[in-house]
């Protein structure tokens, strides 16, 4: 990726959009480019956190490893979104680790640069607590969808995401695989394929790593409605 690409992705994420031109110019010189293979480990659990990401291009996905082995999505990330600010402000080991998904492409920012130029622009801590409060809030939403919301109403909300139209029909590629759509819905893949089979009912046909959706807007209420209505909707 050409590094004025690069910046345009930067320039307009929530870790560096409301910043002052001058020293987003400043940022980005400092910033650090890098390309990770598909399944390549970005950092790991326990590892001392020195620089914050910024996905240019791919998925990156955030996970913790239980006792017991079992895997458990923390988030997953793409173009334009940023991850590990607050613990690399703190220069703390990180609570996660971090794999690439598919190919991708990350910029990282020194922590320790970015302590220097807070103290000099204080701005620039308006940023990172918007970008980490953008976490929060993502988070407090998957714990929302995972407690009020059906397994095939959380896999409705994900493809709507996906979707490039408001309504009528739309063809959406799965960015990746069902393993990891299931960890990042709190499901089991088991689960998955039976939420998927649920939401022909609604409309959704699956092919592979494509989704035929009919009508955007009716899955959309679906996905929206009571629990106890969506169920029944989707039989």
Request: net charge neutral; glycine share 6%; aromatic share 6%.
């Amino acid at each position: 990726m050409k590094k004025s690409q690069s910046h345009d992705i930067a320039r307009k994420s929530i870790l560096l959009s409301s910043l002052p031109e001058p020293v987003i110019d400043m940022l980005l010189a400092d910033a650090s480019p890098r390309d990770f293979a598909r399944g390549e480990t970005i950092f790991l659990q326990g590892e001392q956190a020195q620089v914050i990401h910024l996905v240019l291009e791919g998925w990156v996905k955030l996970y913790r490893v239980a006792a017991n082995g079992n895997e458990a999505v923390v988030n997953v990330f793409t173009k334009g979104q940023s991850f590990g600010e607050a613990v690399a402000f703190q220069l703390r080991p990180y609570p996660v680790s971090a794999e690439a998904v598919t190919d991708c492409s990350v910029l990282q920012f020194s922590a320790r640069s970015l302590v220097a130029t807070i103290k000099r622009e204080p701005e620039v801590a308006l940023a990172m607590i918007s970008a980490t409060f953008q976490h929060l809030h993502d988070l407090v939403g998957q714990v929302e969808q995972i407690k009020a919301q059906t397994g095939a109403q959380r896999v409705a909300g994900f493809l709507i995401k996906l979707c490039f139209r408001d309504t009528g029909s739309c063809m959406v590629t799965l960015p990746y695989d069902k393993a990891l759509i299931a960890g990042r819905l709190g499901m089991k893949p088991e689960s998955l394929s039976r939420a998927f089979a649920k939401l022909k009912g609604v409309g959704v046909h699956m092919s592979r790593h494509h989704a035929r959706i009919d009508d955007v807007d009716a899955l959309r209420q679906f996905a929206e409605q009571d629990p106890a209505d969506a169920w029944g909707k989707a039989l």
